[in-house]
């Protein structure tokens, strides 16, 4: 069974940091590239970043480039989100999501076939 569970969000203040944790079990974690997503209210789910099998190779939204930071630990089965500068609009439902269809990342949310239930992460004004 296939489980990808994330952790790290919580309420903080405009800008602040947080790290965002996804851990995975029931998949070949090195075998599958890993991004984070995020779905505001009233607003479709887009792409934040995406990581390549073994880690070298990353895709941004422009609207996080230079503030998050996505990182893996194959060791650990695990993919983070590091995001520093945060602001009201970052407010949104965080979910990470598994594609086992290429080595490299990739934006497109179809190509993911496992999906978490997804962190709430709230920054104030």
């Known amino acids: 069974q296939v489980q990808l569970v994330e952790s790290g969000g919580g309420l903080v203040q405009a800008g602040a940091s947080l790290r965002l944790s996804c851990a995975a079990s029931?998949?070949?974690?090195?075998?599958?590239?890993m991004a984070w997503f995020r779905q505001a209210p009233g607003k479709e789910r887009d792409i934040l970043a995406a990581?390549?099998?073994?880690?070298?190779?990353?895709y941004y939204a422009d609207s996080v480039k230079g503030r998050f930071t996505i990182s893996r630990d194959n060791a650990k089965n695990t993919v983070y989100l590091q995001m520093n500068s945060l602001k009201p609009e970052d407010t949104a439902v965080y979910y990470c999501?598994?594609?086992?269809?290429?080595?490299?990342?990739?934006?497109?949310?179809?190509?993911?076939?496992?999906w978490g239930q997804g962190t709430q992460v709230t920054v104030s004004s």
């Open positions: 999501a598994a594609c086992y269809l290429y080595p490299t990342p990739t934006p497109r949310e179809y190509d993911y076939a496992y």
């Open positions: 029931g998949i070949t974690f090195s075998r599958y590239s």
């Open positions: 990581i390549g099998w073994s880690g070298d190779r990353t």
